[in-house]
């Protein structure tokens, strides 16, 4: 592989070179286990000394590969990837904040992260603080405490669409020590890579565009590489892990600690690691990813203006739309496109709003975003049901807010398919 590709030719190419006479696709290793002929080979594995594969909860050849490849679209040194998005973001800030420790988030994020974040790692003693997309860096700066050990946000906010202002948080974050953690899963590496702008760590939920065929559910972690663990606030990265016999991930592993101690603690003890028939598919989805982003962003932006003057439309929110308040973010970002995401609300509001999501044809209700086929969903009473009011005000969720994940059709079908919706 070449450092200096493109991103079109890393999604073909990267992760998995074949032997002479290999198979020239991928192989799917679906195997727990690998055999050896001594056990010091397999005693040396355990203890890290040597590269290779011992068990698929740990690593497995496939997704290896799958890793090596998002790793190189990102132009991060190293991913680890999970069985669900859900599971990329959890043991992203596990890895790195334990009970007693706090985290700054940007409001607008996905409902299962909201509720991730405010449920789940609150009962685990780890104390989450908001701060609005548009918050100043003084007011970002306010939220840090001596204890807080990430900043977390979403490039592109899922459904609010707020794009994430990636290098003023990263200022932030690292003016205090703090490695700035982003969910790149809309953008996607094609649209943006948050590691030019100073993020250290992306995830994805890879069951969207990545995969983009609506096949497997899944995530990815990835290290950018370079951030100073060792500046007091990461002694976990630091000190010896008993758990590991003695390793120290900063000492042992200088190019990449982060991901060596996110699977060996995290994905060895809580046991989600992608399955390698899973990153076979979505392999596969990568490999087209820059043909499809492209489809997605300009029928999306050609279903929002049409959406726009429509006359039983009341508001539509894409930031690749003029005069959108996001537009010039979106420009400086993400320039090729913003995604096959947008939103919109109807004349009469979510009741009339549900009438027409009730009378498209082409586009389904499905609680499933940036595939291949067109979907709509109300996050409202749907992903984000579990929030409150004010968490759904804070994430951006308004009471009639549609959410239309735009696919690969037609875009002529798609216009006549919500027009005749309105219509009804
Ligand atoms: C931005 C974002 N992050 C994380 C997730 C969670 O991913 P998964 O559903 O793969 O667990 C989602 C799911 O919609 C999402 O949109």
Not at 121 to 150: C, Q
Not at 171 to 189: I, M, R, S, Y
Request: include cysteine; glycine fraction near 8%; aromatic fraction near 8%.
């Amino acid at each position: 592989m070449n450092k200096d590709w493109k991103i079109e030719t890393l999604a073909v190419q990267a992760g998995y070179t074949p032997e002479n006479g290999g198979a020239r696709v991928v192989p799917i290793a679906q195997s727990t286990t690998y055999k050896y002929d001594d056990a010091q080979s397999v005693a040396d594995l355990f203890d890290l000394k040597r590269e290779g594969f011992f068990y698929t909860r740990l690593a497995n050849p496939t997704v290896d590969c799958f890793e090596k490849k998002v790793a190189a679209m990102e132009g991060g040194v190293a991913a680890v990837a999970t069985s669900s998005g859900q599971s990329a973001n959890a043991l992203a800030l596990l890895n790195i904040a334990r009970a007693g420790d706090h985290i700054v988030a940007v409001s607008s994020l996905y409902g299962g992260t909201v509720s991730l974040f405010t449920n789940t790692f609150k009962k685990m003693g780890i104390e989450f603080s908001f701060v609005l997309p548009d918050a100043s860096a003084e007011e970002i700066e306010k939220a840090i405490r001596p204890n807080t050990k990430a900043v977390f946000a979403e490039m592109l906010a899922n459904p609010a669409l707020v794009v994430l202002d990636v290098e003023k948080m990263a200022a932030v974050a690292h003016k205090h020590g703090l490695p700035l953690v982003v969910d790149n899963t809309f953008p996607t590496p094609y649209l943006c890579r948050p590691f030019e702008f100073g993020a250290d760590i992306v995830t994805h939920s890879t069951t969207k565009y990545l995969d983009g065929h609506a096949t497997s559910v899944g995530g990815i972690v990835v290290e950018k590489g370079g951030f100073d663990w060792g500046n007091g606030k990461f002694p976990e990265l630091v000190e010896p892990d008993p758990s590991y016999h003695g390793t120290a991930y900063v000492r042992d592993f200088p190019a990449c600690p982060y991901s060596v101690k996110l699977r060996v603690q995290w994905i060895r003890d809580l046991g989600n690691p992608m399955m390698p028939f899973n990153a076979f598919l979505t392999m596969m989805g990568c490999e087209t990813l820059h043909v499809r982003m492209d489809r997605h962003c300009s029928n999306a932006l050609e279903l929002a203006k049409f959406l726009a003057a429509h006359p039983q439309v009341s508001w539509v929110n894409y930031p690749g739309l003029e005069g959108n308040p996001q537009y010039d973010m979106a420009k400086k970002y993400m320039p090729k496109g913003v995604s096959g995401v947008f939103c919109f609300g109807v004349k009469g509001g979510s009741k009339a709003g549900e009438k027409v999501m009730n009378a498209l044809k082409l586009a389904a209700i499905c609680v499933h975003v940036a595939d291949l086929r067109t979907c709509v969903l109300h996050p409202a009473s749907m992903t984000h049901r579990q929030l409150t009011e004010e968490e759904l005000v804070a994430a951006g969720v308004s009471p009639d807010l549609i959410r239309v994940s735009v696919g690969l059709e037609h875009i002529e079908d798609l216009k006549a398919d919500f027009d005749q919706a309105l219509n009804a």
